[in-house]
């Protein structure tokens, strides 16, 4: 279903990428840039948990919304990342480790549907944790600044990512152990 709530809400994220990043063009000041961006990112990041519920609480799963969420997830991270590798805030090294392996881990799970294993590399929780991880460090690092008067974003944003750079590798690991002997299988 092309145009169901659920995946109204994913396409949501996909729209949201070019805003999220425009901010940062805007004549405003700086806090007031990295505040939109960060409220913009947090908003349409909770939309990846309510097109789920959504779909499964209405009954309009899909095989597009299927496909589609994790491809809005993975656009809406990269087009965060790259914003804040240009601002210095992230490491070009930990962006690049973090889109690699979001591109090979993607290429991986095609290949393996195409054989029929895609099962071997199902989304794990070292996955899922590695997700929630990005997902707390990209607005702590958009936010750039000093939240509560307690909490200082850009130390705990720049801890996260790279919390995130290792969880990153690691699920890839992971992934690409998983997929090995079917890997090893298709050589031959």
């Not at 947090?42 to 519920?53: E, Q, R």
């Not at 095609?110 to 929630?132: D, P, Y």
């Not at 509560?148 to 590798?169: K, M, N, Q, S, Y």
Request: contains cysteine.
């Amino acid at each position: 279903m092309f145009l169901t709530l659920p995946t109204l809400l994913t396409w949501a994220r996909i729209v949201a990428i070019p805003l999220i990043v425009g901010v940062f063009y805007l004549p405003l000041d700086t806090p007031v840039r990295n505040l939109t961006a960060t409220v913009m990112f947090v908003l349409f990041a909770l939309t990846d948990w309510a097109d789920g519920w959504l779909a499964r609480k209405l009954n309009q799963t899909s095989a597009f919304g299927a496909f589609l969420d994790p491809v809005a997830d993975k656009f809406l991270v990269c087009a965060s990342l790259l914003v804040l590798v240009h601002l210095t805030r992230v490491d070009v090294f930990v962006a690049l480790v973090i889109i690699g392996r979001e591109i090979a881990i993607s290429a991986l799970r095609e290949w393996m549907a195409q054989i029929g294993a895609l099962r071997s590399v199902a989304v794990h929780m070292l996955g899922k944790l590695k997700t929630t991880t990005q997902m707390v460090a990209i607005p702590f690092l958009l936010f750039d600044g000093v939240l509560f008067g307690l909490i200082d974003t850009r130390w705990w944003g720049t801890v996260l990512i790279l919390i995130a750079c290792v969880l990153t590798i690691w699920s890839m690991i992971y992934y690409l152990r998983k997929a090995l002997p079917e890997i090893r299988a298709r050589a031959r």
